[in-house]
Nanobody, 115 residues
Framework: QVQLVESGGGLVQPGGSLRLSCAASGIIFSIYTMGWFRQAPGKQRDLVATITSSGSTNYADSVKGRFTISRDNAKNTVYLQMNSLKPEDTAVYYC?????????WGQGTQVTVSS
């Protein structure tokens, strides 16, 4: 069975930082592209960042320069370092693993940016 388990979400003030983690099992982690998506209430799920098996990264314009995606293949874990957080970053953040037709999602972790 495939499992993606996110952690690290919580409540932070604007300008603060959080580091999300996603631990994967049941896949050959090193060959999968990993991604972070987010979904705010009443909105669609949008791509935040991706990182390929070779380490190439891609970011949504809204987070470029503030967020960093990384992976540790030895730990089967992908991270999202979020800095300079804004209220509009508030959402449930989901981890995704994908390779061709294979697509898996985590359960999500809540990030709330508020004073």
């Amino acid at each position: 069975q495939v499992q993606l388990v996110e952690s690290g979400g919580g409540l932070v003030q604007p300008g603060g930082s959080l580091r999300l983690s996603c631990a994967a099992s049941g896949i050959i982690f090193s060959i999968y592209t990993m991604g972070w998506f987010r979904q705010a209430p009443g909105k669609q799920r949008d791509l935040v960042a991706t990182i390929t098996s070779s380490g190439s990264t891609n970011y949504a314009d809204s987070v470029k320069g503030r967020f960093t995606i990384s992976r540790d293949n030895a730990k089967n874990t992908v991270y999202l370092q979020m800095n300079s957080l804004k209220p509009e970053d508030t959402a449930v953040y989901y981890c995704r693993a994908f390779l061709r037709k294979n697509n898996y999602w985590g359960q999500g972790t809540q990030v709330t940016v508020s004073s």
